[in-house]
């Protein structure tokens, strides 16, 4: 059986680009697949590498069980395909971009999951999503708010601090994906590079 690496962090913190980095570079020894997250938001919008769906594409998969995990934020839903099951009995380590706010519901339906938290400070959040340049400065605002706000506890939770080199945080994420290939039970381990 793989292991279910749950990466969450707030918008700008960085996961995206880790997760693009490590799929470039994961070799034959870490067996890990990446789970494309299924979203109700235009492809042109860039970002990750997701499948767009419309919002009636969406409820007809969620309707027919094709999503293991699904929640709205943002105005958007998100769903990761049941897919991710077959991977985990086969051996595969399994990487999902989740969501903070759904971590209760996935930690149930998935309780054996390892939780990597990407942080980063809020002056160097703000810059990111500044540059990115897909919200108003009143939504950066809020995202901030909502960033500082929200707390995560998880009896098997990872940190990896991203305010410094983004390939001291990618090594850090390999670390933990080498890790989960070894041991299935990493538990309080805090990175920070």
Same mark, same amino acid.
């Given at each position: 059986?793989?292991?279910?690496?749950?990466?969450?962090?707030?918008?700008?913190?960085?996961?995206?680009?880790?997760?693009?980095?490590?799929?470039?570079?994961?070799?034959?020894?870490?067996?890990?697949?990446?789970?494309? #997250?299924? =979203?109700? %938001?235009?492809? @042109?919008?860039?970002? *990750?590498?997701?499948?767009? &769906?419309?919002?009636?594409?969406?409820?007809?998969?969620?309707?027919?069980?094709?999503?293991?995990?699904?929640?709205?934020?943002?105005?958007?839903?998100?769903?990761?395909?049941?897919?991710?099951?077959?991977?985990?009995?086969?051996?595969?380590?399994?990487?999902?971009?989740?969501?903070?706010?759904?971590?209760?519901?996935?930690?149930?339906?998935?309780?054996?999951?390892?939780?990597?938290?990407?942080?980063?400070?809020?002056?160097?959040?703000?810059? #990111?999503? =500044?540059? %990115?340049?897909? @919200?108003?400065?009143? *939504?950066?605002?809020?995202? &901030?708010?909502?960033?500082?706000?929200?707390?995560?506890?998880?009896?098997?939770?990872?940190?990896?601090?991203?305010?410094?080199?983004?390939?001291?945080?990618?090594?850090?994420?390999?670390?933990?994906?080498?890790?989960?290939?070894?041991?299935?039970?990493?538990?309080?381990?805090?990175?920070?590079?």
């Amino acid at each position: 059986m793989g292991q279910l690496i749950y990466l969450i962090g707030a918008s700008g913190s960085g996961k995206d680009s880790i997760m693009q980095a490590v799929r470039e570079r994961i070799s034959d020894e870490i067996p890990t697949l990446f789970a494309h #997250r299924y =979203i109700t %938001r235009p492809a @042109e919008l860039g970002g *990750e590498n997701y499948i767009s &769906l419309t919002e009636k594409e969406f409820v007809i998969r969620q309707n027919a069980g094709l999503f293991a995990m699904h929640w709205k934020s943002h105005g958007y839903c998100y769903g990761i395909g049941t897919e991710i099951k077959n991977w985990l009995n086969n051996g595969f380590n399994v990487v999902v971009n989740g969501s903070r706010e759904y971590l209760p519901v996935a930690s149930s339906l998935f309780p054996n999951l390892l939780v990597t938290l990407v942080t980063v400070s809020e002056n160097v959040l703000r810059q #990111r999503l =500044i540059q %990115r340049g897909r @919200e108003s400065m009143e *939504e950066i605002e809020k995202r &901030l708010e909502r960033a500082k706000a929200f707390k995560v506890n998880h009896h098997n939770l990872i940190t990896i601090s991203n305010d410094g080199l983004l390939e001291d945080s990618i090594k850090c994420f390999i670390d933990i994906l080498t890790g989960a290939t070894k041991s299935s039970s990493i538990a309080d381990l805090q990175i920070n590079n």
